[in-house]
C-alpha cells in the first residue's frame, strides 16, 4: 500500500516535469551549455598576455632576462617602450598587464655582485590576473638571478607536477562542474515543485491526503534524484569523451558520492521549499543557498585559505565535500576510504534537512 502510493506520487511528479516540452528542455539544453561556458570561459589561466619592458639600462644582463620573458609561453609579445609617460599610457588603455621596469644601473649592479632592483608595475584593475602574472615574471626574475650568481644564465628548473602533470587548469575545473551544473538543476527542480503546488493550491490536497509527510518528503525527492543523477551522468560522458579528461578512479565510487550529495542538496531545497510561499520566495531562497554553497565549495579558491572563523561553515556545505570527491575521483584515483570521510558528512546533513522539511510538513497537517 505504501508502495503503491509512493510510486503513485513518484509518477506524478516526473510528468509533471517532463510534461512541458519547455520544461524537458530547460531541464536537457541549460546545464550541457553551461559546462561548455564554464569549462571555456570561466578559467583562472592567464595565457597569451602582452607583456611591456621599460629597459634604461640596456646591459647584457637585461636583455638576457628580456629573451627569457620572449621564450615563456605565458606571454604573447614583448612589447617595449622608452618612458615612464609611454608605459602609463599602457596600462590606462590595458594594452598590457604588466611592464616590466629596468634601472639603469641593473647590469652594472649584478656584474659587481650586489643586488639589483627590477621594478614591475601592474594593473590593479584586473587584481586575480594581475597577481598570477606577477607570479610568472617573478618566477623568472628569481630563477634568472639564480642562475647570473653561479655563471650559468643557461641551467633550468626541472618541475614535476602530480596527479595533473601538464597543469592543464582545465582538467581540474571542469569536472567540478558536474556537482556545480546537478545541485544547481535539483534545487530548482525540487524546490520550485512544491512552491507552484503551494501557488496552485494542490499541496494542499497531498497534505489531506493518506500520504504521510514522510511519504510527501520521498516522492519529492525521488524525482529530483533520478534527475539529477541522469543529469550527472550525461555530463561525466562529455567530460571524460567530449573534454578528453581521463577518469582515474572508480565509476561506483563517483556515482555513489554523486547520490548522496543529490541526497543532501534535496533535502536542502525541501527544507527551503518547506518554509516559502510561492515560487518567488523559493526563487530567493534558492539563490541566498547556492550562491555561498559555490563560494564556500572551493571551486575558485581553496577552503583552507578561507578566514578561520569560517572554514567550520564551509564544511557544514555539501558541495564543499564533493568537490573534493570528484577531484579526487577524476585525478589522483581517490580510495574509497577517503571518498567515505567526505560522504558521511554529506549523509548527517541529507538527515538533518530531509528530517526538518518532514517536520515542517507534519505541522501543516495538524
Known sequence: MIWTRLSALIVKELLAAFRDPRARAALIGPPIIQLFLFAYAATLEVS??????????????????????????AFSEIRHYSSLDQVQAAIDSQQVMIVVHFGQDFSRLLAAGEPAAVQLL????????????????????????????KGNAASEVVDRSWYNPNRDYRNAMVPTLIGILSMTMVLMTVGMSVARERELGTFEQLLVSPLQPLEIVIGKAVPGLIVGMTQGAVMTLIVIYGFGIAMTGSVLLLFAGL???????????????SLVANQQQAMMGIMVFMMPAMLLSGFASPVQNMPAWLYPVAMFNPLTHFMVIMRGVFLREMPFWLVAERIWPMVLIAAFTITAATWLFRRRTQ
Not at 597569451?48 to 621564450?71: C, H, K, M, Y
Not at 547520490?259 to 521549499?273: D, E, P, R
Open 48 to 73: 597569451n598576455v602582452p607583456i611591456g619592458v621599460l629597459n634604461q639600462d640596456w646591459g647584457v644582463a637585461s636583455t638576457q632576462l628580456i629573451s627569457r620573458f620572449e621564450r615563456a609561453s
Open 122 to 149: 601592474l594593473d590593479g584593475r584586473k587584481s586575480n590576473s594581475a597577481q598570477l602574472v606577477n607570479g610568472y615574471v617573478g618566477t623568472i626574475v628569481r630563477q634568472f638571478s639564480e642562475d647570473y650568481a
Open 259 to 273: 547520490a548522496v550529495f543529490l541526497v543532501a542538496v534535496i533535502g536542502v531545497a525541501l527544507f527551503i521549499s
